[in-house]
């Protein structure tokens, strides 16, 4: 699994009841009693909210598409695999459609540590408080890199310790992780 | 990390006693070096230098340095301080602020006079220091704005703040005018509130960023020092308003006890031109 399977992963399990976004994954069978036009709707509802970029572009997901093959979900994978696919670019096929996924959920990280805030529509990047010297950032890429241990991923933790250090906006800090996040276990 | 860099003109026409400006900016960790040129009233026009900051020499473990050249009162002239630092803590998105503890050691050299009038002197004085900080930040208000063809949550008020308590060793120049080393405590809270609406412009391929466009900034210092019950005080407060990203506009005033000898009693207003080199 990687970033953005994870992130297509959380949405699912928030509409199944499971809020975390720090857990390890696990394809869980979906309920069979959950009405799954019901689930793909709200999926769609929620990536819609959420306005992920793939910047400039938005990524939307059709709920058409993602209902159309509802009836066959029978693990929490499945869907996670249905929602991605069912992402698209309005501008056009050229977008890579599963970096917004996982700019978003990094994003959605950063600011719960930082911010202690849950994200709903993504962010416009931001500096880091004034606050936040070079300590307070090395704390952040300990916490960051836990994080994503804690979600079966992988990421390289020195070199993100090393680059914590020039981090002034949010955009810098979800860029070391974009680029240093390795797939996990699946 | 980011570099601050401060050219001050302290009118004198705004200090009415004294000019001893607590130069080093409060709170702020990043680096930082100011030039200042100030006239005391009925004096010349003097300048100084103020710089603060460290430099991560291993994980953990930090040089500082703080330094604060030229600004002169009567028993307190200049000090300057470079130290070893290790640093531990944790951040933890399931608790309401974040915490750690800085460890210090070094030196610190003052240039001070006995009592007003006397000759001055130049002292170097190991120091050691604890301090635990607790720090936090919120966005107090937020909008959802259409950029870029799509809509976009942009922070536009927000709340950060720190909390400390250290306790420290100091070389100090008693009321008796006897230097002897006293061990202080020195609660401290810093808090910005900033307005941020505004954004750098947006470009097809990056994304555009926030900037602070007015903070607003507070500081309330407690100096005690242990055994002979002395207290003294300081707060210092600024708002900055930023025309751009990197350049803005400082109106600060200060007033109260700034250094360990707890004798020169400071109040200053200022504007400053702020440039940030990022």
């Known amino acids: 699994m990687e970033l953005p399977q994870y992130c297509a992963y ?11 976004d720090n857990q390890l994954p696990a394809d869980d069978p979906v309920d069979p ?70 700019d978003y959920i990094v994003t959605r990280w950063i600011h719960r540590y930082v911010w202690k805030v849950d994200i709903g529509v993504r962010p416009l990047d931001k500096p880091l408080p004034n606050n936040y010297g070079g300590q307070e950032k090395r704390l952040l890429a300990e916490a960051l890199n836990a994080t994503v241990h804690q979600c079966g991923l992988t990421v390289n933790a020195e070199a993100a310790l090393g680059e914590s250090g020039a981090w002034k906006t949010v955009a810098t800090v979800r860029q070391t992780y974009l680029k240093h996040v390795k797939s996990g276990r699946d | ?30 680096q930082f070096v100011g030039v200042f040129l100030y006239r005391p009233r009925d004096s010349a026009w003097t300048g100084a230098v103020a710089s603060k ?44 602020f974040d915490w750690r503890v800085a460890l210090s050691g070094g030196l610190e050299h003052q240039r001070a006079a006995q009592s007003a009038g006397a000759d001055v002197e130049n002292r170097l004085n190991p120091f050691g220091a604890g301090k635990l900080i607790l720090f936090g930040a919120r966005p107090l208000q937020t909008a959802v704005r259409q950029i870029a063809g799509a809509s976009a949550d942009v922070t536009t008020v927000e709340f950060v703040w720190v909390v400390d308590a250290s306790l420290q060793t100091a ?32 470009r097809a391929d990056i994304e555009p960023t ?21 207290s003294k005080a300081h707060w210092d407060a600024s708002a900055t308003y930023f025309l751009t990203a990197a350049n803005g506009i400082m109106v600060r005033h200060f007033r109260g006890y700034f250094d360990h000898n707890l004798r020169d009693y400071k109040r200053v207003t200022s504007v400053m031109l702020v440039w940030k080199f990022q």
């Open chain 1, 10 to 20: 959380w949405f699912v399990r928030r509409r199944l009841g499971v809020a975390t």
């Open chain 1, 33 to 102: 009693t959950v009405d799954k036009s019901e689930l793909a709707a709200s999926l769609a509802t929620a990536v819609n909210r959420a306005q992920m970029r793939v910047w400039p572009h938005v990524i939307l997901v059709d709920p058409v598409r993602l209902g159309s093959d509802a009836a066959q979900w029978k693990t929490v994978f499945a869907v996670r695999d249905a929602l991605l696919l069912s992402a698209y670019s309005p501008e056009g096929a050229d977008v890579k459609v599963p970096a917004a996924f996982a």
């Open chain 2, 1 to 30: 990390m980011r570099s601050v860099w401060v050219i001050a003109l302290i009118w004198s026409a705004l200090i009415p006693g004294v000019a001893s400006a607590q130069l080093v900016e409060p709170g702020e960790y990043d």
């Open chain 2, 53 to 96: 900051g460290s430099r991560e020499l291993r994980p953990q473990l930090e040089l500082e340095w703080q330094g604060d050249y030229g600004s002169q009162s009567e028993v307190s002239k200049n000090s300057g301080a470079l130290g070893l630092t290790y640093n531990f803590g944790a951040t933890s998105w399931d608790t309401p």
């Open chain 2, 171 to 202: 070389d100090a120049i008693h009321p008796d005018n006897r230097t002897a080393q006293r061990l202080f405590l020195s609660p401290s809270m810093v808090a910005w509130l900033s307005v941020i609406p505004a954004f750098t412009a947006p």
């Open chain 2, 210 to 230: 926030q900037f602070y466009r007015v903070v607003l900034k507070s500081e309330l210092v407690l100096l005690a020092a242990r055994g002979d019950g002395m």
